[in-house]
């Protein structure tokens, strides 16, 4: 069960239900710090080769709404907010992120950002070199699940997401194992029940050949006549 719950399978459907596939930081002077779902901005992106993927990208944004994009070659590209910005190989859209804004709308927007689009295989590695599945006892069958990371909104996401699709796959899985029980159940039922139609069919037909009546003089015993 360990195994199971670090299976690369299992991280992959867990992963479809967090967003973890964009990751936004903002760039201090001193850190950056992942935002997760703390991000004033939102990235929305379409990247045209893998090469893009899984590379820190920079982004500035102006009190005025400017955004500058600036890629790992140092190539810039210049839009504004809300518009489509394409690149050589990308194209990015920014968007506030108004939720978040309508809560808190004293937070620092114009500032310095990274974003990273992450491949779907760069993901499930860092989240299984993150995870940690131990057993809490060898004698009771409780797991404990643990997810190393800067963000504890993000920790606990990545561990629920884990054990709702643990938990899912496992209801799934016996309800599958119950339904081909029943299925197999029913076809024997069947089988038997053809083949006692066909012994009786049998019986009857011997009768018939061999002129041989069968005559109850009470409910039990039988007595049994030839002619």
Same mark, same amino acid.
């Given at each position: ?128 070199a993150g995870l940690d599945v131990t057993s809490a006892d060898k ?10 990371? *800067?963000?504890?909104?993000?920790? *606990? ?5 884990? *054990? ?13 194992? *119950? ?49």
């Amino acid at each position: 069960e360990v195994e199971l719950l670090k299976s690369e399978v299992l991280i992959e459907k867990a992963l479809n239900l967090i967003p973890a596939d964009t990751v936004i930081y903002r760039v201090g002077e001193i850190h950056t710090k992942e935002l997760y779902k703390e991000s004033p901005i939102e990235v929305h992106a379409t990247m045209l080769s893998e090469k893009m993927l899984d590379k820190h990208i920079a982004l500035t944004l102006t009190q005025q709404r400017d955004v500058v994009i600036t890629t790992p070659d140092g190539a810039q590209y210049n839009g504004k907010i809300g518009t489509p910005i394409k690149g050589k190989n990308f194209t990015v859209t920014i968007t506030l992120n108004e939720p978040l804004l309508k809560e808190r709308p004293n937070m620092d927007v114009d500032d310095n950002y990274e974003f990273v689009i992450h491949s779907r295989r760069k993901l499930i590695t860092e989240i299984i070199a993150g995870l940690d599945v131990t057993s809490a006892d060898k004698d009771i069958p409780i797991l404990r699940v643990s997810y190393k990371c *800067a963000d504890a909104k993000k920790s *606990a996401d990545v561990v629920n997401a884990i *054990a709702n699709v643990y938990i899912r796959d496992h209801i799934e899985e016996r309800t599958k194992s *119950a339904d081909t029980t029943e299925q197999f159940l029913t076809e024997q039922l069947q089988d038997y029940g053809n083949r006692l139609n066909n012994s009786e069919d049998d019986i009857q037909q011997y009768r018939d050949r061999n002129n041989i009546c069968l005559l109850y003089t009470s409910p039990s015993p039988r007595d049994y006549c030839a002619h």
